[in-house]
């Protein structure tokens, strides 16, 4: 304890903010390995009406658990470069806030990766696909094709208005859907 004695104020503000920031930041660390969420504080209930994602949150509890850490880091780091104190508290500041927009960033864009896997039929018109279960002429009996839609194989129900039961191996295009999601088809050529 006798080189913390020996230090000025200011180096030692720095050595505290420093020490707490850095034991918080481990904290949330682990934490956030074993699955704990350290952004909840108490019971809120919230209903959201609209699915708007995570959007960009910059006063987040990691964050600013980072913003302090880097500071206190960044500061000492200045200190010992010999640097005055303007320029150290202007350094850290500017380090806190750039990892405080690094990490929301990073949250930001991971967040944007995740899909809802959601199913939206609109996305199958204009689809080519190809007939699975026998779909009968004029709508008279609902059938089964599987088309590639959002990135996966489905096999959904249809119907069409052509002529002519459309047999399994058929390939077909989707014209529309249905409100009830049935799609009808056409033949391809």
């Not at 006798?2 to 481990?26: A, C, D, N, P, R």
């Not at 880097?70 to 150290?88: L, V, Y």
């Not at 959904?156 to 249905?178: F, R, S, W």
Request: hydrophobic share 45%; proline share 1%.
């Amino acid at each position: 304890m006798e080189w913390f004695q020996e230090l000025t104020t200011f180096e030692k503000t720095y050595w505290v903010i420093t020490g707490i920031s850095t034991f918080m930041f481990l904290l949330v660390l682990i934490t956030t390995i074993i699955g704990a969420k350290t952004d909840d504080i108490g019971d809120v209930d919230a209903e959201i009406d609209a699915d708007t994602g995570a959007g960009f949150q910059f006063f987040t509890l990691k964050n600013l658990v980072a913003f302090f850490t880097i500071f206190g880091w960044s500061g000492i780091a200045s200190m010992d470069a010999g640097n005055a104190t303007g320029t150290t508290i202007i350094i850290s500041i500017f380090s806190g806030l750039l990892m405080m927009f690094v990490m929301a960033a990073l949250f930001y864009y991971i967040s944007k990766l995740s899909s809802s896997g959601t199913l939206k039929m609109k996305n199958a018109l204009n689809s080519i696909g190809e007939v699975y279960l026998t779909v009968g002429a004029n709508r008279s009996k609902t059938g089964k094709i599987q088309i590639k839609i959002q990135g996966a194989l489905r096999e959904l129900e249809a119907l069409t208005d052509y002529n002519e039961d459309l047999k399994q191996g058929k390939i077909i295009k989707v014209i529309e859907v249905t409100n009830n999601g049935i799609l009808i088809i056409e033949p391809q050529n």
